[in-house]
Structures are given as C-alpha cells and as structure tokens.
C-alpha cells in the first residue's frame, strides 16, 4: 500500500484535494487530518492498515493542497462536515468507513452522527468524536443537517441567471413577496436587477 494516487474533487471555491491508497473496489475508508495538519499525516499508518480497503486521506479546505475559502469566510466545523459530504457524494459513496485523528475525529463523529446511515465503522485516533447534551441532540441533528442538504441540493442546481423583460421580472418579485407594491418593487429592481443583451 505504498503507492499513492491524488485526487482532486471539485467545489465552488476551488478544490479539495486527497491522495489514496489501493484499489477503487476496496472497502471505502476516509481518513481525515487534525488540526493544522494534511493528507500526509496517514503516509505512515496506511500502510501498516488491512489491505482490501481503498483509503482516501483528504485535506480540509485550507489544508495541505485543497483551495483555501474565500477571504473572510471562517472555518467552522460543520463546514469541514460538509467538505466531507461533498467528497462521498463526488467518490459516489453510500456507505464507509470514518477515521478521524483528532480535530479530524470531532468532524468524524458530528458526521456519524448526522448521517448514521452513511457510516460503517467510526475510528478515532487522539479524538473523543463528538458529544451533545441529551436534550439538545433532536434539534441540532435536524436543523444542521437540514442547512447542509439544502445547501448542496442548491449548488446542484446552480444554474446560470435567468433573463426576464423587466416587466416580468418584476411580476416575478412581486408574486415572492405579496407585502410588495408594484412601485417598491421597481425600486427594488433598478438595484437588483443587471441588464444584459437577453433581458
């Protein structure tokens, strides 16, 4: 398993990149870095670890060679849980393996414990995972996974702009927002809206 191949996995401020070990066929295994480290903090372990699995080692965005957010955009965990959304859905993978090196293991277990139904085995190397008050685990599972499906489901189907004439841009602003006049919405369109050759 010494042999590696990088992966890149493209996102709609960049990349995030990832090496991997062994055959596509294998058990999916993802392994994700601590704090401030990268992919490579698993060239050491790897290849002690069963053969028969493909493990896929990401970096975080900002770490190691993934593209880095947008200045001003700050790195909250559940980001880092959705970078690793986005690498399942672009490796295709239903269901895998988790395991998590600390920061990397707190990412690891909010990710379990959002998508149970994706995850096999959860290994924690240095890391507690992650741990919610009893009362607080209902609404938080279904506010933060709601906010990261939608927000995926959103970037899929980013499509380019629509043109309208501005007539009917602005019966489309008006029928969203029913509290709007047709004269506030004019004035809200003259700033909202670009003019283009299509409309």
């Known amino acids: 398993l010494g042999m590696f191949s990088e992966l890149k996995f493209p996102v709609p401020w960049g990349h995030v990149a990832a090496k991997a070990w062994g055959h596509s066929e294998g ?12 992919a490579n903090t698993f060239d050491k372990l790897i290849p002690l670890l069963p053969r028969g699995c493909y493990y896929v080692a990401m970096d975080f965005s900002g770490h190691g060679l993934s593209s880095h957010r947008p200045a001003g955009c700050p790195y909250h965990f559940l980001d880092y849980v959705t970078d ?7 490796l295709q993978w239903r269901r895998f393996t988790l395991m998590g090196h600390s920061m990397g293991g707190a990412v690891a277990g909010m990710f379990c414990f959002l998508y149970p139904e994706m995850v096999d085995k959860l290994i924690l190397l240095e890391s507690l995972g992650f741990l919610l008050a009893p009362e607080d685990t209902e609404a938080w599972l279904k506010s933060k996974r709601r906010v990261i ?18 007539e009917a841009a602005l019966q489309r602003l008006l029928e969203a927002n029913s ?6 919405g004019a004035i809200l369109l003259q700033r909202g809206a670009t003019e283009t050759p299509a409309g």
């Open 27 to 38: 058990h999916p295994v993802l392994c994700l870095h601590g704090w401030l480290d990268n």
């Open 84 to 90: 690793v959304r986005r690498v399942a859905a672009a």
């Open 149 to 166: 499906d939608r927000l995926l489901s959103l970037e899929a189907k980013q499509q380019t702009p629509k043109a309208r004439s501005p």
């Open 179 to 184: 509290h709007l006049t047709a004269e506030g």
